[in-house]
């Protein structure tokens, strides 16, 4: 079934695994999707998206699939592309809990937890 999708109301986060190792370099990638109010991808959403780490980890690179963007990887915010962005969190050699937040002004903030062991 085709389904249009409304304004951007919310960003999805989905995380590749929710456990990483907590040895230094490991990672993890997080798909950050803007999605209308029924859960629906919002291809047309290219918001500015902001993306902040805490815990025992870091943000190593924010990208998208845009061939023309000349937007860095490093940074903790990017444009999203056709609705998402893809995050990649790195642990820093500690265990514990890696809480990635993403923002857009005029949107709920969106946290995701992952668990480096």
């Known amino acids: 079934m085709l389904v249009t999708a409304s304004a951007p109301a919310a960003l999805c986060l989905t995380a590749d695994q929710e456990v990483i190792a907590a040895a230094t370099g490991s990672i993890c990638y997080v798909d950050i999707a803007v999605q209308d109010k029924d859960g629906v991808l919002v291809t047309y959403g290219e918001p500015e998206v902001s993306v902040e780490v805490d815990g025992a980890g870091s943000l190593l690179a924010v990208g998208t699939g845009n061939p023309i963007s000349e937007e860095l990887y490093v940074g ?23 809480i990635l937040t993403a923002c857009v002004d005029g949107l709920p903030e969106a946290r995701i937890s992952l668990l480096a062991q």
């Open 76 to 98: 903790n915010h990017r444009q999203a592309y056709q609705g998402h962005l893809l995050a990649v969190v790195r642990s820093n050699g500690q265990p514990g809990e890696i």
